[in-house]
């Protein structure tokens, strides 16, 4: 890989021994921004080393964070199970960094505050509000610009008011065409209105004191931080690891919500500081950094390309970019700069008052946010990565200062070392063209979004695998549409594939009699699976795969008679296929006869129940349809079953059993009463619609006299009936409207009817003459009334002649 310095080309393709069996796997290769050939730096090609850029552990893990970890996970999952490489998969959390340090440092100030200021009451004391309203002024005249530096409580309201008399300060999202110009310093300014808000609205009415700080808390965070943040003494660490380990542990806990493989190895900065150093010590020594006056240790780009290496190499287009730069070095940092030149980057911070601290050889400081990763992974996996990933947002300036560390550490004169091979991203989760932001407050956290209907794990999953991982998401209802019907879809043919399973006959030998069955449909599985290998060779492309995969079942379904064999071998490969890309936490890559994924079955504790429901249900819908009820049969039917079923019933089961027996005590009923065959029907259909429906399970009626098939309720089903339901709710609406329209329609009619016809033109001033039967002659300018409309008014004096008639008649009869 040596290579003269300043010839060094811009991506050096890894070579493969000879005899190395190598998928004919691309990838994009964000270093070269082309599909480049994977091949592993291991000679033998089966080894695979991954790091991948952690999470900064300060807050739970938003959704944003869900689409880029659950993206690696699935290209991870493809490159083990499907392609069969062993992977070394590395990954950093980052528990020191400037958001850490005020955010620790924030929380413990206001948590002593609040220790200091607390009440028996809980009544807020005079020194609280007085601390609330220096800490209100304090963030109005940091964070809202617009208004007057002197605004207090006081003079808020008339201040914002006045605010908004001014042009526009914001954007309104009302419009289509203006929300799509709301920026990031829109959304931080709506926070910042927010909190500011939220605070006054606390002053105005303080309530008990926990209220009063849930809602003036974000403004005296900084406040408290402020006026006491220097004072801490962070050389015990404490503060910041109490905050960064409970928040590495709730990540985690959601990774594993979402089905994301833990790492193999997870290194964490503050247990690699040692490493650090010496990395940085060689950076130095290698004349590619420099320590300033102040104890701090910069990156020299300069240097750095004077010896021939190239800056910027993921996005070279914003190597000039100084406020990503000033973004990239942390806002502690901001402002305290000692270095040569503002392109060079910190690769050791000198540690202000109130910030942890490290010994080192320049004075006691903290890593740079660049170097953790470089270090780290130079340590654990060493001179040459094959993948690195992480967000798109990385890319500049974080792991082009990655690189640019990484190969000062390692290179020598005259041999130049490529540090990492494949650089992939993940594409970011955009709300109205903007990625989420725990800063821009326009996110929402994983865990709310577990804990909600409207997403599960796997939703999520299927959502990600619908788009190339390296595109941005915006999620929609369109989105979120296809990801309802393509989940729903998946578990109306794994169903109805596990129940010809069931039935299939023992001596059907799949494999031998498949092209017995079905040979336009084993052809079509067998395409499918060459589609599907050349869409992941093709780098990872999921969503050519998840449309693959639809096809493959639409053409199942479509099949006039359903092969029982072709069908369930299509069940086992589509299997095979949802588990690799990890839709199923259950899912197991051995058991190659397993069909479909957990959620498929009702619970346990309702089926001694439901079935035999389900079966009493079909023999009444089948009575009933037969044209001859034989009432006598089902109440046997129903008495039996009620006797099997008056066992000890468990908690968790009472649910099913209440509906068992009701339904039972209700055929008996009918049956004794011998009931029309459609009230029969519409108690089935009860059994269905609501008592079965209300605790999450459904019965699929079958046409061929199959019994009903027994299914939990997905969203689908759910979407389903709420659309039917919308429209016969409209329908009926329209209907109403219609009946309204008529019953005015008829009262004018009536009303019309009872005017004279000899008076129904005299009331008009359009005519100053009429014959004696109240028609005109003459109109209001004296001329006569023209042939052509006297004989249109004739004919409507003679049709209110008519009706007139009639309502006197109905009057008479009165």
Request: aromatic share 8%.
């Amino acid at each position: 890989m040596a290579s003269d310095g300043r010839n060094q080309p811009p991506w050096i393709p890894p070579q493969a021994r000879p005899d190395a069996q190598l998928p004919r796997l691309t990838i994009y290769n964000s270093l070269t921004r082309n599909k480049d050939d994977f091949v592993p730096v291991d000679p033998t090609g089966k080894m695979v080393t991954w790091y991948s850029c952690g999470p900064t552990v300060y807050e739970d893990a938003h959704l944003g964070h869900a689409k880029n970890y659950v993206s690696i996970d699935i290209i991870r999952r493809i490159m083990m199970d499907y392609f069969g490489f062993r992977v070394k998969f590395v990954m950093n959390t980052t528990d020191i960094d400037d958001k850490i340090i005020l955010r620790g440092r924030q929380q413990y100030l206001l948590a002593r505050f609040k220790q200091e200021h607390a009440a028996e009451d809980e009544s807020v004391s005079d020194s609280v509000l007085a601390a609330a309203k220096a800490a209100f002024r304090h963030y109005i005249g940091k964070n809202l610009p617009f208004l007057p530096s002197d605004t207090s409580p006081e003079t808020f309201s008339d201040a914002m008011d006045k605010a908004k008399a001014e042009p526009p300060l914001l954007p309104d999202p009302a419009t289509t065409k203006q929300v799509q110009a709301v920026t990031v310093a829109d959304l931080l300014l709506r926070a910042h209105i927010g909190t500011a808000q939220s605070a006054f609205e606390a002053l105005q009415t303080p309530g008990k004191l926990p209220e009063f700080f849930a809602r003036t808390d974000d403004i005296l965070l900084p406040y408290l931080d402020a006026l006491h943040g220097a004072e801490m003494d962070f050389n015990n660490h404490k503060i910041t690891l109490e905050l960064t380990q409970k928040f590495e542990r709730r990540f985690f806990e959601d990774m594993n919500a979402l089905n994301v493989l833990a790492p193999d190895e997870l290194t964490r900065v503050t247990e690699f500081v040692p490493q650090i150093v010496s990395f940085v010590e060689k950076i130095v020594a290698n004349g590619f950094g420099y320590a300033a006056p102040d104890g701090s240790v910069y990156f020299d780009i300069d240097s750095f390309e004077k010896a021939g290496h190239i800056y910027a190499r993921l996005e070279p287009w914003n190597k000039n970019d100084r406020a990503l730069q000033a973004d990239g070095e942390g806002s502690l940092f901001k402002g305290r700069s000692m270095k040569r030149s503002e392109n060079h980057f910190a690769l050791w911070k000198a540690s202000k008052p109130g910030e942890p601290a490290w010994p080192s050889p320049w004075g006691r400081g903290r890593p740079g946010w660049h170097i953790e990763c470089s270090a780290m992974a130079s340590e654990v996996i060493g001179k040459t990565i094959d993948i690195h990933s992480g967000g798109v947002d990385l890319r500049f300036p974080h792991h082009d200062n990655e690189i640019a560390q990484s190969e000062a550490y390692w290179s020598t004169p005259g041999c130049q070392v490529q540090w990492t091979n494949y650089f992939i991203y993940m594409g970011q989760l955009r709300i109205r063209g903007l990625k989420m932001s725990k800063s821009l407050k326009n996110y929402t956290t994983i865990r709310t979004v577990l804990s909600q209907k409207e997403w599960s794990a796997r939703s999520l999953r299927i959502c990600f695998l619908l788009m190339p991982w390296q595109d941005s998401i915006e999620v929609t209802d369109e989105l979120m549409k296809s990801v309802v019907g393509w989940e729903g879809k998946l578990n109306n043919f794994f169903l109805k594939s596990l129940d010809l399973w069931k039935h299939l006959s023992p001596q059907t030998t799949t494999t031998q009699e498949l092209g017995i069955f079905d040979q336009p449909l084993s052809r079509a599985l067998d395409k499918a699976k060459a589609d599907v290998d050349t869409a992941l060779c093709d780098s990872f492309n999921t969503s050519i795969v998840m449309r693959i995969l639809s096809d493959l079942v639409t053409e199942s379904n479509s099949a006039e008679v359903l092969p029982a064999p072709t069908v369930i071998l299509i069940a086992k490969w589509i299997t095979r296929i949802v588990t690799i890309f990890g839709l199923d936490p259950e899912g197991d890559l051995t058991n190659l006869d397993r069909i479909g994924w957990s959620g498929l079955d009702i619970p346990t504790s309702a089926k001694p129940y439901i079935y035999p429901a389900s079966q009493l249900r079909d023999k009444v819908r089948a009575s009933a349809c037969s044209g001859s009820v034989d009432y006598t049969a089902i109440a046997k039917l129903a008495s039996g079953i009620t006797i099997a079923a008056s066992l000890p019933v468990v908690e968790s089961s009472k649910p099913y059993d209440q509906v068992l027996q009701q339904f039972c005590t209700n055929v008996k009923a009918f049956a004794a009463q011998q009931a029309p065959a459609k009230d029969l029907l519409a108690l089935c259909d009860q059994l269905r619609d609501v008592h079965l429906w209300n605790l999450g399970i459904y019965l699929e009626d079958r046409n061929d006299s199959q019994p009903a098939l027994v299914r939990p309720l997905d969203k689908l089903l759910i979407e389903t009936r709420a659309e039917r339901e919308s429209a016969g709710t409209a329908k009926a609406k329209t209907r109403l409207e219609q009946k309204a329209r008529e019953a005015e329609r008829q009262k004018e009619q009536r009303e019309r009817a009872k005017v004279d016809p000899l008076l129904m033109f005299r009331t008009s001033d359009e005519y100053l003459q009429w014959d004696e039967s109240g028609v005109p002659t003459v109109d209001a300018a004296g001329n006569a009334v023209p042939k052509n409309r006297r004989k249109k008014l004739v004919k409507e004096w003679e049709k209110q002649k008519k009706v007139h008639e009639e309502w006197l008649a109905t009057q008479q009869e009165t």
